[in-house]
T-cell receptor, first 113, second 114 residues
């Protein structure tokens, strides 16, 4: 119930294309869904986040789509660039659990020039 | 404005030795979280601390692992009698308070147990 399932494990996209990463969760008590970006040798950095009362959030080229009834959410990266090549983690947390973050297993994204 | 700082960045220990990992949260942050990342895996929550208090240690192994966040100084994650399976990247994150979900991560400490 505490899991967040993420797919695909790896993804290769041509420059300028759309990168899509999907996540699913079981626990309806989750009330905060962040996405983190991690470059090799670095710590995760918050990219964008959404709450379940919103179906979509867009920040620049990054969009989160959220489907509360299906308990699924996804990250879309528009006009993908080589600099977007990194590992992306979806995550979930709930205030009642001291806000510890439950991470997905990660997607390694490579953007081909 | 300095971010979350962790040291050392890399640590090599032989089996049976102790490992001490340090984390200094961002200025103004009083909440610290420790996570472990095994190769090719996501981060797993270990422990959540406030100054002088352990709030949630549900992710900590019951033996050999301990954490503290003293009134003065950095948070310390201590691993006694390390084994090869402890080899991982250990990340610290901080936040201003429980109502602020955003956690800011440090660069991590890569522990290698020989």
């Amino acid at each position: 119930q505490q899991q967040v399932k993420q797919s695909p494990q790896s993804l290769i996209v041509q420059k300028g294309g759309i990168s899509i990463i999907n996540c699913a969760y079981e626990n309806t008590a989750f009330d905060y869904f962040p996405w983190y970006q991690q470059f090799p040798g670095k710590g995760p950095a918050l990219l964008i986040a959404i709450r379940p009362d919103v179906s979509e959030k867009k920040e620049g080229r990054f969009t989160i789509s959220f489907n509360k009834s299906a308990k699924q959410f996804s990250l879309h990266i528009m006009d993908s660039q080589p600099g977007d090549s990194a590992t992306y983690f979806c995550a979930a947390s709930m205030r009642s659990s001291a806000s510890k973050i439950i991470f997905g297993s990660g997607t390694r994204l490579s953007i081909r020039p | 404005n300095a971010g979350v700082m962790q040291n050392p960045r890399h640590l090599v220990r032989r089996r049976g030795q102790e490992a001490r990992l340090r984390c200094s949260p961002m200025k103004g942050h009083s909440h610290v979280y420790w996570y472990r990342q095994l190769p090719e895996e996501g981060l797993k929550f270990m422990v959540y601390l406030q100054k002088e208090n352990i709030i949630d240690e549900s992710g900590m192994p019951k033996e050999r692992f301990s954490a503290e966040f003293p009134k003065e100084g950095p948070s310390i994650l201590r691993i006694q009698q390390v084994v090869r399976g402890d080899s991982a990247a250990y990340f610290c994150a901080s936040s201003p308070g429980i109502s602020q979900e955003t956690q800011y991560f440090g660069p991590g400490t890569r522990l290698l147990v020989l």
